[in-house]
């Protein structure tokens, strides 16, 4: 049966977007094969004490990635995303997992980046984010408070992802909650579709395979993110 077709009328949605919505653009994604969690110890880059530890090879890590980011560009799956956010009338977040920008690129505004952005630097000393598109490894000073204290802006492991509340307040309205791009490996994250479902939201989920969640799902659609969105967007925008 057709997921679109049983539902009920909706009004508000709420889309958490994951690696694999970039992959197509040429950002690896985490836990393929040959994945970034392959190349790289999730503890060394990716947690307080690997920073604390050897901060240089974070610094590297992190200045390496934001300079690959910036020379991407959207693809269809992000622009269709865009194209809904922009035509949608009732509710609409896109939570992303993801620390690209690409979502803002192809022109979606409904975003919140649960996970921080490569383009923003926290001070470690005035709790600034400035944006911050350069490198970090030679300690430059944070532009409000002169401090050689930045770091990236990226929730770590055994940090708190951003704007929870803000989160749990859109999954708590929302009519139809849907997964694109992402393993399910990570919490809160993977928590948000049962989450949606115990408060009454359809779900979806689209992806390359299932995910470690797809039981929770009332329909999932696999499938390249620049085929399964656009077609997805299209069909809810058209119905
Ligand atoms: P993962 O690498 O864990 O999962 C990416 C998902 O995207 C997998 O399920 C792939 O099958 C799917 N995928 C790959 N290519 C795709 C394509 N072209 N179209 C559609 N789907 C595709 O990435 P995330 O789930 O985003 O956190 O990872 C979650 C978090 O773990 C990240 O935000 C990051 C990471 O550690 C932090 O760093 C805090």
């Not at 057709?2 to 694999?20: D, S």
């Not at 503890?43 to 901060?55: I, S």
């Not at 995910?211 to 799902?217: A, M, V």
């Amino acid at each position: 049966m057709c997921f679109m077709a049983a539902m009920a009328p909706l009004r508000n949605i709420v889309i958490l977007t994951g690696a694999g919505i970039s992959a197509e653009s040429g950002i690896d994604t985490f836990r393929s094969a040959g994945g970034l969690w392959e190349q790289h110890k999730v503890e060394d880059v990716a947690t307080p004490e690997g920073f604390a530890r050897d901060p240089d090879l974070v610094l590297r890590f992190y200045d390496m990635r934001r300079a690959a980011i910036q020379t991407k560009t959207p693809n269809p799956a992000h622009e269709a995303l865009a194209k809904l956010d922009g035509a949608w009338g009732g509710e609409l977040l896109i939570v992303t997992q993801n620390v690209d920008d690409l979502h803002e690129r192809a022109g979606a505004t409904r975003v919140l980046h649960m996970h921080g952005e490569h383009l923003n630097a926290w001070c470690a000393a005035c709790d600034a984010r400035p944006r911050w598109t350069e490198p970090l490894i030679h300690r430059p000073p944070c532009p409000a408070c002169g401090e050689p204290a930045l770091r990236p802006d990226v929730v770590w492991f055994g940090e708190v992802p951003y704007e929870m509340d803000r989160i749990h307040a859109a999954l708590r309205e929302a009519d139809l909650f849907v997964s694109i791009g992402t393993s399910g490996a990570v919490y809160p994250a993977a928590g948000f579709v049962r989450n949606a479902r115990s408060l009454g939201a359809q779900t979806l989920e689209l992806n390359l395979e299932a995910s470690q969640g797809s039981r929770w799902f009332d329909e999932t659609r696999l499938g390249p993110a620049s085929e399964v969105v656009p077609a997805w967007v299209d069909e809810l925008l058209g119905g």
